[in-house]
Structures are given as C-alpha cells and as structure tokens.
C-alpha cells in the first residue's frame, strides 16, 4: 500500500512568487491535514480535511495561504505571495474516518520550501 | 492552550548508553500520545503510541514510553541505543477518541557517537 506522497519535495521560490503543493493521502482515507515546520520549531498543526470539507483551518497563518481538496482526494496548498517567513517544511498527514476510537495519523515526507 | 514540552533539545549519547526523553504536556481531557521519529533523509514515522490501557507502551526498535497520568508525562525510554537511532524525536499528543489535529513537541535530536 502506498503511504501518503507530496510533491514536489524542495521548492525555491522569491519573494512574491507563488508556490502550490500537492499531497496525496493514502487510498481511502478521508482525513487530510496539513502541517508546517519552521527551521528550528515545532511541527504546527495548518488545517483538516474531511473528505472534501474544511473541519479545522485554526492553524492557518493567515490569507496568504490557500488550501482545497476538491473531489475528497488530494489535496494542494497554495502559498501567494510567498513571504521570507514561510520558508519551512510543509508535512501532510492523513487517517481513516472513523466514528470512534484511535486514530493514528501517516505522514508524508514533507515538502521543503525556501522563500529567498 | 495546548502544548507538549520536551526537556532536551540536544541529546549526545554513546553507543549502549540507556536513553531517557523527557516529554510532559497540558491539554484539558483524556488525550492520546504519540512518539514519532524522524531519521536523517526519511519520513517522520510512528515509534509508538498510547491511546488506552496499559500505561507501559512498548514501540519498535526496542522503544518504550510510560504514561504518568498525574505528572501529564510519557517518557521515552531506550536501555540500550544504537549508533542507527541517531533521529529527531517528537512527543506528540491529540484529544482521545478523536480525529483532531496533533499537538507536537519541539523535538529532541539524538545524536549517537560509535
């Protein structure tokens, strides 16, 4: 079984560009977050998906950052304009949907940005 | 506010040495537990993790962490490391029963002389 994959997996962008990432979850699961580390901090939470439903955005920076999963599969997140701040390593996790119990998170390798 | 506090940034080990991370966290209710690890070049992964029952939980690769519900604790511990457990390690904990985001640590970096 294929676990969860992002592309791509380094970006350099400038100041002002625009970046899209993409992540993948595993085949089946309707959960989809995303997750940011900054150079030197702690992984912070982003945003959840449900199916194709935002459940939680509380960790979204600010307006600057766009994320969708249009159809409930994929998912992309768009930085526009990108700032020197945002550079870090952008994680996407996803976990099944279920109504009770555990629910154990995979993560993909992560996508690397840098804003010069 | 949640949050989950890990004692060391930087931890330097050698080989056979017994490993000890510390990890304390505060949220408001019954809460699940994660240690994730990170090795150089590679996925963060799942070491173990404790949702209910026994508050001995025993990982891969030799791991173990123990659950002190009244020092909102879960220490990792090793006896024995290997120069291949040179990694990141992240506590991490979510709400019990639940689907919501995961709470992380800043990390601690195992480094492992031979």
């Known amino acids: 079984e294929a676990g969860v994959t992002q592309f791509p997996s380094h970006s350099v962008i400038e100041k002002g560009q625009t970046v899209t990432l993409r992540c993948d979850p595993i085949s089946g699961h309707d959960n989809l977050y995303w997750y940011r580390r900054v150079m030197g901090k702690e992984i912070k939470f982003l945003l959840h998906?449900?199916?194709?439903?935002?459940?939680?955005e509380s960790g979204m920076p600010n307006n600057r950052f766009l994320a969708e999963r249009t159809g409930g599969t994929y998912s992309t997140l768009k930085v526009q304009p990108a700032e020197l701040e945002d550079s870090g390593v952008y994680f996407c996790?996803?976990?099944?949907?279920?109504?009770?119990?555990?629910?154990?998170?995979?993560f993909g390798p992560g996508t690397r940005l840098t804003v010069l | 506010a949640q949050s989950v506090s890990q004692h060391n940034h930087h931890v330097i080990l050698s080989e056979a040495a017994s490993l000890e991370l510390g990890c304390n966290y505060s949220?408001?209710?019954?809460?699940?537990l994660f240690w994730y690890v990170q090795y150089p070049g590679q996925h963060l992964q799942l070491l173990l993790k404790?949702?209910?029952?026994?508050?001995l939980v025993k990982g891969i690769k030799g791991f173990e962490a123990e659950f002190i519900k009244s020092k909102f604790s879960f220490n990792l511990r090793k006896p024995s490391v290997q120069w291949s457990d040179t990694a990141e390690y992240f506590c991490?904990?979510?709400?019990?029963?639940?689907?919501?985001?995961?709470?992380f640590g800043s990390g601690t970096r195992l480094s492992i002389r031979p």
């Open positions: 991490a904990v979510n709400m019990y029963s639940s689907a919501s985001k995961i709470i």
């Open positions: 404790y949702f209910s029952g026994d508050p």
């Open positions: 996790a996803s976990s099944q949907l279920r109504a009770s119990g555990s629910n154990e998170q995979f």
């Open positions: 998906f449900v199916k194709e439903s935002k459940q939680d």
């Open positions: 949220y408001g209710g019954t809460v699940n």
